[in-house]
């Protein structure tokens, strides 16, 4: 048994198969999400050399904490980054482990 669905293309009308319909609906969904990959797979490639092989640490804090991260780097000459690895390496000093950050 086949379900027809009418699809009015101008005057005329056509009759196409539900299951058509699905298969190319199917088809359109699948090339969308091979783009997407493709377009994901893409973005990772385009991450700056300083950051390939690195993971990010992240934590949440008060804002004042951030502006006050930021203020020291400026008055330092010095960046978010660096300051932040020399605290895990006093940290990991501390707890007798290797400086590695």
């Not at 293309?9 to 539900?18: D, N, Y």
């Not at 502006?67 to 660096?82: E, F, G, P, S, Y």
């Amino acid at each position: 048994m086949h379900v027809y669905m009418e699809i009015k293309v101008g005057i005329m009308a056509r009759k196409t198969s539900l299951k058509s319909a699905l298969d190319k609906a199917s088809a359109q969904t699948k090339r969308v999400a091979k783009i997407a990959a493709t377009e994901q797979k893409d973005s990772r490639v385009a991450q700056p050399p300083s950051r390939q092989g690195k993971k990010a640490i992240t934590g949440h804090f008060d804002p004042a904490v951030s502006r006050q991260l930021k203020q020291i780097a400026l008055d330092h000459d010095t960046t978010v980054q660096a300051l932040l690895a020399e605290a895990l390496n006093d940290l990991f000093e501390k707890y007798n482990s290797n400086p590695i950050a």
